[in-house]
């Protein structure tokens, strides 16, 4: 009985010892899936900040852009207003010119004194006395044919 009671002590002592490896391995094992994950972590921690810089960096870059794209757009659209604005002055200058007489007078001088010339014939015919009592034939024929001479009548 003795020796099984020392069987069974050393069988609990070899158990003991056993669960201690067990317990050591286990511990050094959970050390390593912990130093694991801790590095995981740090990776990911580091591939996130790195994604976050990305992003915000072409955002930035995009936002730039975008400014410079609607500040260009702006310059153009002022210098098309600009040209809008300066082709209705001109506008308005030309029309107020052509119903200015003194202007178009001072411009066109020979043009004006013809006019005048014809008003003055105009006004004098208009005024003079019939020539047809005087028995004179004043019809004038259409451009083909010749035109007709007064006759003195006998």
């Not at 995009?62 to 040209?83: A, M, P, R, Y």
């Not at 308005?92 to 020979?110: C, E, G, I, M, R």
Request: hydrophobic content about 35%; charged content about 30%.
């Amino acid at each position: 009985m003795a020796e099984r009671a020392d069987n069974l002590q050393q069988s609990i002592e070899e158990t003991r010892h056993d669960m201690e490896e067990t317990r050591a391995s286990m511990t050094e094992k959970l050390e390593l899936l912990e130093e694991r994950v801790r590095e995981t972590l740090e990776e990911t921690k580091s591939a996130v900040e790195d994604i976050v810089e990305n992003v915000r960096d072409t955002v930035d870059e995009t936002v730039g852009v975008v400014k410079e794209t609607v500040e260009g757009t702006k310059s153009t659209v002022e210098d098309i207003v600009e040209n809008v604005k300066g082709t209705m002055d001109d506008t308005v200058t030309t029309v107020k010119q052509t119903f200015d007489l003194s202007y178009q007078a001072n411009q066109h001088p020979w043009l004006f004194f013809g006019g005048a010339c014809y008003s003055v014939a105009s006004s004098v015919a208009s005024c003079s006395p019939s020539l047809e009592p005087m028995g004179m034939n004043t019809k004038v024929m259409t451009k083909t044919s010749l035109i007709e001479r007064p006759l003195p009548v006998k």
